[in-house]
């Protein structure tokens, strides 16, 4: 559910703005969720995680997110949470790591995302679908002149026409 925006904020004809228009935790919630959850959002550099195994933890709107570059050399991103019972994986803002563990049962992921083991797979049945519990992905992710985006909308614009002419500043500076 969308928040609801406070009325009367803004006086148009005294061109003023309240201070609550900046403080409020509703226009806080209510920005998150009409802006940074549905549109493209820099989540890095890829000269943060040169290494196969180097991570950064990072907000993506309303969610924590690890941005890795995997054991095969991609980036990627997944949600900083566990599948089971939803703790922040990585707690630290950067780091190398081959696998991410949960603090609170030890599931173990690999740094793809991939579940390695939930430490009690004996308890599922024999004919779990285990990839069912790999983390969730950023839907979108795109670089560009190394810029690491990351977006959840599945139909966000492509990145190419949201950076649209600053585009070309950005290639001139990176």
């Not at 703005?17 to 940074?36: G, L, N, P």
């Not at 992921?109 to 969730?136: E, K």
């Amino acid at each position: 559910m969308t928040p609801k925006i406070p009325k009367g904020l803004v006086d148009a004809d005294a061109g003023l703005v309240s201070r609550e228009a900046f403080t409020s935790d509703e226009i806080y919630a209510a920005e998150v969720s009409r802006i940074f959850d549905r549109t493209w959002i820099y989540l890095g550099h890829e000269s943060e995680i040169p290494n196969a195994g180097d991570y950064v933890t990072r907000q993506l709107g309303s969610a924590p997110v690890i941005v890795a570059r995997t054991s095969a050399g991609a980036v990627q991103a997944v949600l900083n949470s566990c599948r089971h019972r939803g703790p922040k994986l990585c707690r630290d803002e950067a780091g190398r790591a081959t696998n991410f563990v949960c603090p609170y049962h030890g599931w173990s992921y690999a740094n793809d995302g991939r579940l390695i083991t939930t430490t009690f797979d004996h308890h599922f049945p024999q004919d779990t679908d285990f990839s069912q519990f790999n983390l969730v992905k950023v839907p979108r992710l795109e670089i560009k002149f190394g810029l690491i985006f990351g977006s959840w909308n599945t139909d966000v614009v492509p990145l190419e026409d949201y950076l649209n002419d600053m585009g070309w500043y950005l290639e001139a500076f990176f």
